[in-house]
């Protein structure tokens, strides 16, 4: 499922191969797909006879700048959604999704004046396109996050650690995947309230998710953790071999170890 990694490997694939290219056409089939009063007539107008000049990301929301004062082009690839430029995906292959190139999962698209095509295709329609979106509606980049960003978080609420990380308004980024390998690096339990970490905890988070992001980013994505193998019922700990528990905390289902996360 795509969590910053994988928006962060969207979000080079346009810079590298889409910018500066006219865009002559607007592909936009489904007018649910389009959020915050957008409407395909809307978008049609605005992007014809720009360019995308710049393409910069917040947490998993691409934020694509386009030429001469225009719009900023805002693409959230939801729970399965994947950008193709001329045909060619951003990063590994899904886990969690279909990768079949279905002409009806076209959600949105750019048809470009030298014959190439930027398609955001969702098999499970989660995703969505909105212009000038509100960048400050979401939290702290979790590439970029801070141990002082992470404990003014995490002090702050009595909810479960994992529901707290995974609140895109508190920290930007991280979904189920990442946000369980994390833990798992920490040894924290992930249905521990936030509030009740302490300040060596805090820093063993802060730690894990940094070298999460890196290690992960570094392997091909979100889908590469050493805990990912193990998240099926009866799987046992990579580190310690103890069973793990399936639950469901902050209504995700969640793998976690009883020995050595606490």
Not at 5 to 29: G, M, N, S, W, Y
Not at 98 to 127: I, K, M, Q, V, Y
Not at 192 to 205: F, Y
Request: some cysteine.
């Amino acid at each position: 499922m795509p969590e910053i990694l994988e928006a962060e490997q969207a979000r080079a694939l346009i810079e590298a191969t889409a910018l500066d290219r006219e865009i002559t056409r607007v592909h936009a089939p489904d007018a649910w797909f389009l959020k915050r009063g957008l409407t395909p007539a809307a978008v049609r107008k605005a992007l014809p006879g720009r360019a995308m000049v710049d393409a910069r990301r917040r947490g998993k929301l691409l934020l694509v700048d386009t030429s001469d004062g225009g719009p900023v082009l805002g693409l959230h690839l939801g729970m399965s959604g994947r950008v193709l430029i001329d045909g060619d995906a951003a990063g590994d292959p899904l886990l969690y999704a279909s990768n079949r190139d279905e002409p009806a999962w076209r959600r949105f698209g750019l048809h470009f004046a030298d014959g190439g095509t930027l398609f955001l295709r969702d098999p499970r329609r989660l995703g969505a396109v909105e212009l000038d979106p509100d960048e400050d509606r979401l939290g702290p980049d979790a590439m970029g996050l801070t141990r002082a960003q992470l404990a003014a978080v995490v002090t702050r609420s009595t909810a479960p650690v994992k529901a707290v990380l995974m609140d895109q308004a508190r920290i930007a980024g991280l979904g189920n995947l990442l946000t369980d390998e994390a833990l798992w690096r920490a040894g924290i339990d992930p249905a521990r309230p936030a509030d009740g970490l302490d300040a060596d905890e805090i820093t063993r988070l802060h730690k894990a998710i940094r070298t999460t992001l890196r290690v992960l980013g570094t392997r091909g994505g979100s889908h590469t953790g050493d805990h990912v193998p193990a998240r099926f019922p009866g799987a046992t700990c990579p580190l310690d071999g103890a069973p793990l528990l399936r639950r469901q905390v902050g209504g995700r289902t969640t793998y976690s170890c009883p020995v050595h996360q606490r």
